[in-house]
């Protein structure tokens, strides 16, 4: 059985007018024919009855109100009867990578480093269209959070339970986030394939050069979002600020040199984020110059639009209810 839905359901209030007009035109002609039988006499009443017709009367304003009710109904967009539909989805593979160490929880960018940039994350996820996406989240170690998908509410699931509590907090490694990222990518073909990393380039591990080169070997582009501030801040504690083996407050700094290295080096650009997020914007101006591919048709099911029917409907009955005429052919009345 065909199933029914509205496009603008909020439009079915419109129907009372039609009941309103129901009875306005009820009273309208009772008043009339009660009007006749009061003020004028039979033998003018029998003219009247045969120049007007009682039966015209009622009908001309059933089809009024049936050709008003048509048109309400073409505007509430009733959508009958379903079809398959098939959609060629294009895009890019992208994953991006959080870095989860410690030093993402420095408030340099308000609220914090780690808040930011799920902010940020949560954002451009929110703005891709067709594009697979897949999240690693990294310290000294990284891991695969989210496997590409273009199913973007599940990544935002996943991005959200991401935090510094996840992985092991031995320094941070950005060498491991380029490999376990690249490794991420499903297909072969050398191109297509975007790396986002985004940390605050403090890098406790050398050697990245050498994963970034097997990424671009294998056509991933790598681009870097540094986040924090030069200057540097401590980095909060439920107990005040993390200190060194010295005791001495540990001071936070963004480290460009490294993000901007890797960004060159794998054919990306580097951003520093801002309250603006215009970062963000940039990066989508790159993807739209990179090469679609079509990660095949997906089939689903869709309404088939009905307000046509009902529009030319009610278009007829009111042109009907213009053409019509109340009056019949007048007979002369033997005197």
């Known amino acids: ?184 990518f499903l297909e072969e073909d050398k191109k297509h394939k975007l790396i986002i990393l985004i940390s605050d380039g403090e890098d406790h591990e050398e050697g990245f050069s050498e994963a970034v080169k097997e990424a671009a070997d294998k056509g991933i582009i790598i681009y870097t979002i540094g986040i924090g501030s030069l200057e540097g801040v401590p980095i909060p504690t439920d107990k005040g600020f993390i200190k060194d083996e010295d005791g001495k407050t540990v001071i936070s700094r963004l480290n460009e040199i490294d993000l901007k290295k890797i960004a060159a080096e794998g054919n990306g650009n580097y951003y520093l984020s801002t309250s603006s997020e215009g970062e963000l914007s940039d990066i989508f101006k790159d993807i739209s110059r990179i090469e679609k591919k079509e990660f095949g048709t997906k089939v689903f099911k869709d309404f088939k639009h009905r307000f046509q029917i009902f529009l030319f409907l009610g278009i007829i009955l009111l042109l009907l209810d213009f053409s019509m005429n109340e009056r019949k052919k007048i007979r002369k009345v033997a005197e």
Request: one cysteine or more; charged letters at 20%.
């Open 1 to 184: 059985m065909d199933r029914i839905k509205f496009t603008y359901p909020e439009y079915i209030n419109l129907l009372w007018i039609s009941l309103l007009l129901i009875i306005f035109y009820y009273f309208t002609v009772k008043k009339r024919f009660t009007f006749l039988n009061k003020f004028l006499s039979n033998k003018m009443q029998t003219v009247l009855a045969d120049s007007v017709s009682k039966r015209k009367i009622i009908i001309k304003r059933l089809i009024q109100v049936l050709g008003f009710t048509m048109i309400i109904i073409a505007l509430i967009g009733p959508q009958i009867g379903m079809q398959l539909v098939n959609v060629k989805r294009q895009g890019i593979d992208i994953v991006v990578a959080l870095d989860l160490s410690k030093s993402m929880l420095a408030q340099d960018i308000v609220p914090s480093r780690i808040k930011k940039t799920k902010h940020e994350v949560k954002n451009f996820i929110n703005k891709l269209e067709g594009d697979r996406i897949g999240l690693v989240g990294f310290t000294s170690k990284a891991f695969l959070q989210c496997p590409l998908t273009s199913d973007y509410d599940a990544a935002l699931m996943f991005l959200d339970i991401m935090d510094t509590s996840l992985l092991p907090q031995n320094g941070t490694s950005l060498s491991e986030a380029i490999s376990v990222s690249s490794s991420a």
